[in-house]
């Protein structure tokens, strides 16, 4: 068991909409992304998505609004909850979520990762 140091992490990549997966709580993922431009829109069938902002901004569009996310904040994605993640410009994002969660949801596209490289 080793401390992360997520400035780090981030540093060692720099892929975008690739989730890296840096440990495991359980049966959940702590997961780190870079993100730029629109992602799909997509909603995850049976589970929750936690979007912490670490640099950057994001918005979370959903059908009925927009949640902009400043660096420290983070917003809950309800399962089932149709959601498409946006970032002018790129973000660091870490992610909170079910081990099996894919990064695209309900969606296969070329942005789909089944299994995230671990750091």
Do not use: Y
Not at 1 to 26: H, T
Not at 28 to 49: I, P, Q, R, T
Request: proline share 3%; charged share 35%; hydrophobic share 40%.
């Amino acid at each position: 068991m080793d401390k992360v140091n997520l400035a780090e992490k981030f540093a060692a990549f720099s892929e975008q909409w690739s989730p890296k997966l840096v440990g495991e709580v359980n049966d959940f993922a702590v997961k780190l992304a870079k993100l730029e431009g629109e992602f799909v829109w997509h909603h995850h069938e049976a589970e929750d998505e936690l979007f912490l902002v670490i640099k950057g901004r994001l918005r979370i569009r959903l059908r009925d609004r927009d949640v902009d996310l400043e660096e420290g904040e983070f917003f809950i994605v309800p399962r089932g909850v149709e959601h498409q993640p946006v970032a002018e410009e790129e973000c660091q994002v870490l992610m909170f979520e079910r081990k099996e969660t894919l990064n695209t949801g309900n969606i296969r596209n070329e942005r789909t990762v089944d299994e995230p490289a671990r750091m």
